[in-house]
């Protein structure tokens, strides 16, 4: 079945460092999600791609989509204390799935 | 903003009891999920409906997982009977889209304790 992998597990950064989570399918996919899940939170919905290529930006987040969608990034730019939790990505395979697959997600801590 | 209502929010049990929960997805969502997240894990799909119609239940372990969502709103998930590997959250999401495709909003969730 398709599988979604993220790396890396954990990230520990200073404050105002920049951050990146990559995230590859072993199936093309018909579009992307990205969920942030603070702890003790559920997952919040952050953004969805869907076509190759395609690069997205809220605030001080890039989203990009790979140009074979089968893999994806987020970037956050100067971090801060506010961004710390766990980012994942999840996908579609389309060919009539309707299962969106999770990976096992980016756990983010920063130190102020 | 609306929310996905969730309950208990919290629940202990022995293995071999019979657990259920509850979930009340955002009025007018089509669809509704079932998770199970495990400590350090993404969520896994267990069950997804379109209104009160089962559309993937193929990670389900059925022999006893149980899912209802008889008048296409909320909805129930039933463990009979509980093991230890059952401990984990579960998780219930509903979306408006209705090719199951959509932004999805999650529910606080119900932590079970299978002991």
């Known amino acids: 079945g398709q599988q979604v992998m993220q790396i890396p597990q954990y990230q520990h950064v200073q404050e105002g460092e920049d951050f990146t989570t990559y995230c590859n399918s072993s199936t093309t996919l018909s579009n992307i999600q990205w969920y942030k899940q603070r702890p003790g939170g559920h997952p919040v919905f952050l953004i969805q791609?869907?076509?190759?290529?395609e690069v997205k930006k809220q605030k001080r987040l890039t989203f990009q989509f790979g140009e074979a969608k089968k893999n994806s990034s987020l970037h956050i730019t100067a971090t801060q204390t506010t961004d710390v939790g766990t980012y994942f990505c999840?996908?579609?395979?389309?060919?009539?799935?309707?299962?969106?697959?999770f990976g096992k997600g980016t756990k983010l801590s920063v130190i102020p | 903003e609306a929310e996905v209502a969730q309950s208990p929010r919290y629940k202990i049990t022995e293995k071999s009891q019979a657990v259920a929960f509850w979930c009340d997805p955002i009025s007018g969502h089509a669809t509704l999920y079932w998770y199970r997240q495990i400590l350090g894990q993404g969520p896994e799909l267990l069950v997804q409906?379109?209104?009160?119609?089962?559309?993937?239940d193929s990670q389900l372990p059925k022999d006893r997982f149980s899912a209802e969502r008889l008048k296409g709103v909320d909805s129930t998930l039933k463990i009979q009977p509980a093991e230890l590997g059952d401990s984990a959250m579960y998780l219930c999401?509903?979306?408006?889209?209705?090719?199951?495709?959509?932004?999805?909003?999650f529910g606080p969730g119900t932590r079970l304790t299978v002991t």
């Open positions: 409906f379109q209104d009160e119609s089962v559309v993937d």
């Open positions: 791609l869907v076509k190759s290529g």
């Open positions: 999401a509903s979306s408006l889209s209705s090719s199951g495709t959509g932004k999805q909003y």
């Open positions: 999840a996908g579609y395979s389309g060919a009539g799935s309707y299962q969106l697959t």
